[in-house]
């Protein structure tokens, strides 16, 4: 096996490394193919609220953006979306929002059941919550919870939010690992004085954590945010740190991520062949899809879950990739959850 473990300079000098980034790349692909295999595993992502009690300065659906057309799903409209994105063929249904209290505890629990019955996986990506709503979820169905720390540096985080508590999303992560859920974390790559070395702790911190999923991509930033002008990560540097991500945890999930494509047309498949092995189609449906605007430039704005399901799965097979057959979860956990899925 390839695998290494990596020293913290050894890291900066692959992030570094303008010269042999093809070489890095290339090992990651290799890393991914020995140890996940060539299935691509989809999730479908729907974005039911872009509602959010929160101010990030790099986030387009940050609090203070006035700008932002409100939405959120009512019950039984995400409850559809979910089925429909089921018998389309995903397996993982992600439910990703704003931090919305609209849906509190008791309506998610309803849905997460009902949901449930459509026989998929259940991934949550809706913020900070208390350990014991994330336990009910958990008691509910849910089988996987993303919540991406964002940066290791504390100093830059506290500044991107200084109503945020680094400490605090360590610890939800800490409660969600305890309570069983598969966790998937990450990070942003080109925030304003995130530096090289930051980004290698970051690295080691998702290592460290034994995190199930990692999921990396550029900031871009957004024209109605404080971070306008700033100038956001590149293609280049995500794709290098995803594959060090690889090398350091050969046989988690790492999606190939949506920011990557809004910054380059092949973005997704650059990043499944340097160590991705995820892709999270969106599956929502009309005009919620603008409406969930995070950074400028997200793509298939316009197009329905039925059309991203068959033109990534064209893509993939092109790279002769394969689509998951299975949920897709990180090894023995899977068939922990598969006992309860059947
Ligand atoms: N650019 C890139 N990614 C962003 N996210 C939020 N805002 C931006 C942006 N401007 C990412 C964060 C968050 C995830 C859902 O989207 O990492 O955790
Ligand atoms: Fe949505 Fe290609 S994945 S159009």
Not at 59 to 76: A, F, L, P, Q
Request: glycine share 8%; aromatic share 8%.
């Amino acid at each position: 096996m390839l695998q290494k473990q990596l020293a913290k300079p050894e890291i900066i000098r692959l992030l570094t490394d303008d010269d042999n980034e093809e070489k890095l790349l290339h090992q990651a692909d290799e890393v991914r193919h020995q140890n996940v295999g060539d299935e691509v595993h989809l999730r479908g992502l729907i974005e039911f609220s872009n509602i959010c009690r929160n101010n990030c300065l790099y986030c387009g659906i940050r609090r203070d953006n006035k700008h932002v057309t409100r939405y959120h799903m009512d019950e039984e409209e995400l409850i559809d979306t979910a089925e429909k994105a089921a018998h389309i063929g995903f397996k993982t249904i992600v439910m990703q929002s704003g931090e919305d209290m609209y849906y509190h505890t008791d309506r998610l629990c309803r849905i997460i059941e009902k949901i449930k019955r459509f026989n998929v996986a259940i991934t949550l990506s809706i913020g900070e919550r208390s350990f014991a709503d994330y336990q009910s979820f958990y008691n509910a169905g849910a089988d996987r919870y993303l919540l991406r720390i964002e940066t290791t540096d504390k100093n830059l985080y506290h500044r991107l939010d200084p109503q945020m508590s680094w400490q605090k999303r360590y610890e939800c992560l800490l409660a969600l690992k305890e309570i069983g859920y598969e966790v998937g974390s990450g990070i942003m790559v080109g925030l304003p004085e995130q530096s090289i070395a930051s980004i290698a702790d970051d690295l080691l911190f998702l290592q460290n954590f034994g995190v199930d999923m990692a999921g990396i991509g550029p900031f871009i930033p957004h024209p109605q945010t404080p971070l306008k002008d700033a100038a956001g990560g590149t293609l280049s540097l995500a794709l290098r740190t995803m594959a060090i991500m690889r090398l350091l945890m050969p046989d988690i999930n790492i999606p190939a991520t949506t920011a990557m494509e809004s910054l380059h047309p092949q973005g997704r498949i650059k990043a499944l062949q340097s160590g991705a092995n995820v892709v999270m189609p969106n599956v929502t449906e009309g005009e919620y899809r603008k409406l969930y605007e995070l950074y400028p430039g997200k793509i298939c704005v316009n197009d329905t879950p039925v059309h991203c399901y068959s033109c990534i799965g064209i893509k993939i097979t092109s790279i002769g990739r394969k689509i998951g057959s299975g949920y897709g979860g990180h090894n023995n956990k899977q068939k922990k959850k598969n006992l309860i899925l059947i």
